[in-house]
């Protein structure tokens, strides 16, 4: 029982540290991207996320976040939660 208590605590806590990171490719709509801070603002169902872009993202199907239209459809890879980065945005097909 001593072993078994430590090992479950250890899996409940590893559990939390994890809980808030998207392990799926965010889909969603663009609303908005504002070029001062880089913030890329996808729709996704009902909530609305904020994603920063920088220089080492992937832009597949564009080559600038500025050509996209509010009501395009991306898939986001990569994620950080921590940073809010993206490390792949492409253009989802219609």
Request: hydrophobic share 40%; with cysteine.
């Amino acid at each position: 029982m001593k072993i078994v208590a430590p090992i479950l605590a250890s899996f409940f806590f590893a559990a939390s540290v994890f809980a808030g990171c998207p392990s799926k490719t965010i889909k969603g709509k663009v609303v908005s991207f504002d070029a001062d801070s880089k913030t890329l603002t996808v729709k996704q169902g009902k909530r609305e996320k904020q994603i920063k872009v920088s220089s080492k993202t992937e832009l597949d199907g564009f080559e600038c976040p500025t050509k996209l239209a509010a009501g395009d459809k991306i898939a986001i890879d990569g994620c950080n939660c921590s940073s809010k980065k993206a490390s792949r945005i492409a253009l989802a097909q219609k």
